[in-house]
């Protein structure tokens, strides 16, 4: 132990009596927190300024006029909602012409183009069910950036929202409307049962509103099923298909060269019979008599048979020339099929959803008829009138808002971070700690002299040398640390737990990459950055790790970047009972291997890695 911690202080030593020393360590202390740093605030709060992200809003919609005689554009109406929002810079250009143009030069990000039928389908729902065009048509361009098209999805899902609530307020103003008629018309006289019928009819036809949704959902499902079923045949018959088309197009090029031959001969055909005709009558005009009529019946009989011919391989021909283009896209129609049935699919899905949200609010419109209804039946004659001038009294506007917004979704954090880059914070910093091992082995050496310390074990060597590695590991570790907390503010719920986290995590990578680099050498050098690439690619700290390539989820958890990552986010945004010790412990676990390598693994290659470097240095190139 004594010669351990002697190497140690003849380190510190050395380094405190060389200055430029002392500043390159001052520097490889500070230079992996500025690593972390820079991406952390590059990722601060990116859609901070999604205001600047430009979609394009146009409508080809003209709107309807309702029984009372006023005009309704509810394209017009949510495009006035849309001018007032911030989140996203909603473009208005005049036609929809221009929006798609403008989306195809890179001028917009992406355009939302509004039907002919968008307010019809507002103001009639049964219709709107089984309507096979879409009121929105989405277009998006995705060569313009690689992140803005998920934006301007969210952007588009936004408005998809506000349509939804649109739709509602529509609905339920309309039949609050009639509710309201009702409370005016009892204040006229008595017409209760009147009333009754009326509420009964509005109730009916919220009901037949909800079968026709359960009615469309259960088709959907039929739709869903024959979607995948076609794409399943036809990635089984495309190869077939192509093979056919290729065969259709020799084909109609031999039907075509049989069609000008036969083309050709009705041509001659006919100069034949014209000059058959003309003699005819040359004869006929000198004799003076008409011998030679039956000879011209049979010629003109002729002609008129020549001529039904020629209309028909005209015909022939019109039609050839259309399925020569058929023949030759079919193959490129093929592989745009399945796109378009994957689109469907995705569709269907995403409007079942909201048919769903839409029919629990009808279901939940028309109980309370039932129980108003059942009320006024309950009550004595005197209150009847009273009690249905009570229920049915109100402003509809406001009855509109309150049931469109039973579909809005409250959200509440779970665990919540200071901002999209504090959220990145783990992720960077792990990294950024492990990069510093790397610079560490990089520029300072992993052997000891042993002519300074003789009789020294390979054990002695291996921890009185590591002693430098972890001090200057800890020292890195702490300012990446601190600068995430007081200079990005990332906030962490856990200050000092994520000190510790970081602390440990330096230990243990600082010791792997040693362990590597001291029994190795270069190789072992080689294999640290080997592991820092693929555990970048691969260690969830930015996506998912379930939407990641399958290999990466069968590997990433035999690196240490993923537990040190999640220790680190228990104590960034809360803890959740023993997870951040258990990573922990996972974590150290890598500790153990790297003891492994450096103590027991490394010995067999001692000579061979003293053989290299001696070969190395040789070459006075490596």
Request: charged content about 20%; proline content about 3%.
């Amino acid at each position: 132990m004594k010669t351990i911690l002697k190497i140690f202080r003849d380190d510190i030593r050395l380094l405190s009596r060389r200055f430029f020393a002392s500043a390159v360590i001052v520097a490889i202390s500070i230079l992996p927190a500025l690593y972390a740093w820079v991406n952390i605030y590059a990722n601060g709060n990116p859609y901070a300024n999604t205001g600047e992200i430009k979609i394009a809003l146009a409508s080809y919609d003209t709107g309807i006029d309702l029984e009372d005689g006023s005009h309704v554009n509810m394209a017009e109406e949510v495009f006035e909602e849309m001018k007032g929002s911030d989140k996203i810079g909603w473009q208005f250009p005049k036609t929809p012409t221009d929006a798609i143009a403008g989306v195809k030069s890179g001028k917009y990000y992406a355009a939302v183009i509004f039907q002919d039928n968008f307010t019809y389908n507002m103001y009639n729902f049964e219709q709107a069910l089984v309507d096979d065009k879409a009121p929105l048509i989405y277009y998006e361009n995705q060569k313009a950036n690689a992140i803005a098209p998920k934006i301007t999805q969210t952007a588009a899902n936004t408005l998809q929202e506000t349509i939804k609530t649109k739709y509602l307020e529509t609905v339920f103003s309309y039949v609050f409307d009639e509710t309201g008629e009702l409370a005016d018309e009892l204040s006229e006289g008595d017409m209760t049962a009147d009333v009754i019928k009326q509420l009964e009819n509005l109730r009916d036809t919220l009901r037949s509103y909800d079968k026709s949704i359960s009615s469309f959902t259960a088709e959907s499902k039929s739709v869903k099923s024959g979607i995948v079923s076609t794409q399943k045949r036809l990635s089984a018959t495309r190869v077939k298909t192509r093979k056919s088309a290729a065969q259709a197009q020799k084909d109609l090029a031999t039907a075509k060269n049989s069609l000008d031959a036969l083309k050709k001969s009705i041509a001659e055909r006919k100069k034949q019979l014209e000059e058959q005709k003309k003699a005819l009558e040359e004869a006929q005009e000198q004799a003076g008599i008409d011998q030679n009529s039956r000879a011209l019946e049979l010629n003109a009989d002729a002609q008129r048979r020549i001529e039904a011919l020629e209309i028909e391989v005209n015909a022939l021909e019109t039609a050839l020339s259309e399925l020569g283009p058929l023949s030759v896209s079919i193959s490129a129609m093929l592989d745009n099929v399945d796109p378009v049935l994957k689109s469907a699919n995705t569709t269907v899905g995403s409007l079942d959803e909201s048919l769903k949200q839409m029919q629990e609010v009808f279901r939940a419109s028309a109980d309370n008829i039932d129980d108003i209804i059942a009320k006024v039946n309950a009550a004595s004659e005197d209150e009847k009138i009273e009690l249905l001038a009570k229920l049915l009294g109100g402003d509809p506007e406001e009855y509109a808002r309150f049931f469109s917004s039973l579909v809005d979704v409250e959200v509440e954090q779970v665990y919540s971070t200071a901002s999209y880059g504090a959220a990145m914070a783990p992720f960077y910093s792990v990294l950024a700690i492990w990069v510093g091992g790397v610079i560490l082995v990089a520029i300072l050496k992993t052997h000891v002299d042993r002519k300074k310390y003789p009789g020294i074990t390979e054990t002695q060597a291996f921890f009185g040398r590591f002693q430098l590695f972890f001090f200057i590991g800890q020292i890195q570790a702490a300012v990446i640390v601190a600068g995430d907390i007081f200079l990005l503010g990332c906030a962490p719920v856990h200050p000092w737990l994520m000190w510790l986290v970081a602390a440990i995590t330096s230990l243990v990578f600082n010791l792997l990459i040693y362990a590597l680099t001291l029994s190795f050498g270069d190789i072992g050098k080689a294999m640290v950055v080997i592991f820092m690439v693929l555990q970048i690619a691969g260690s969830s700290g930015s996506y998912p790790i379930e939407i990641l390539p399958p290999i990466f989820g069968n590997v990433y958890k035999f690196f240490p970047f993923p537990y040190a990552i999640n220790a680190m986010r228990e104590a960034l945004c809360g803890m959740y009972e023993l997870d951040m010790y258990r990573y922990l412990l996972e974590l150290s676990v890598f500790g153990l291997i790297a003891l492994a390598v450096g103590l027991l693994v490394r010995r067999p290659f001692i000579g061979i890695n003293n053989f290299v470097s001696e070969k190395a240095e040789e070459t006075e190139l490596l």
